[in-house]
Nanobody, 124 residues
Framework: EVQLVESGGDLVRAGGSLRLSCATS????????IAWFRQAPGKEREGVSC????????YYPDSVKGRFTISNYNAENTVYLQMNSLKPDDTAVYYC?????????????????WGQGTQVTVSS
């Protein structure tokens, strides 16, 4: 059974940085893509990054490009999301998600497994 557990969410001031972790277990192959989504109160869930465990290809939307970096460490079974230059608009619950395919998708419905989420709050 695939399990995803997020951690690292916190309260931080605008301009600060955070690193989120997604501890993974239960994968039977490396042909998975791992993504980070976020959902702010009253807003739809949106993807903020994705990495293919197969070939390391990454994806970022324009809203976070240049500020967020996703990385995968197979030896630790952990995917990280480094978030720099944080803005109040980045405040949300951040979720880790996995899909049983080697390439990334920006659509949440294409992900099979989800973590419980971790709260990130950015104060102005």
């Amino acid at each position: 059974e695939v399990q995803l557990v997020e951690s690292g969410g916190d309260l931080v001031r605008a301009g600060g940085s955070l690193r989120l972790s997604c501890a993974t277990s239960g994968f039977t192959s490396d042909d998975y893509a791992i993504a980070w989504f976020r959902q702010a109160p009253g807003k739809e869930r949106e993807g903020v990054s994705c990495i293919s465990r197969t070939d390391g290809t990454t994806y970022y939307p324009d809203s976070v490009k240049g500020r967020f970096t996703i990385s995968n460490y197979n030896a630790e079974n952990t995917v990280y999301l480094q978030m720099n230059s944080l803005k109040p608009d980045d405040t949300a619950v951040y979720y880790c998600a996995a899909r049983a395919d080697y390439y990334c998708s920006e659509y949440e419905y294409s992900y099979d497994y989800w973590g419980q989420g971790t709260q990130v709050t950015v104060s102005s």
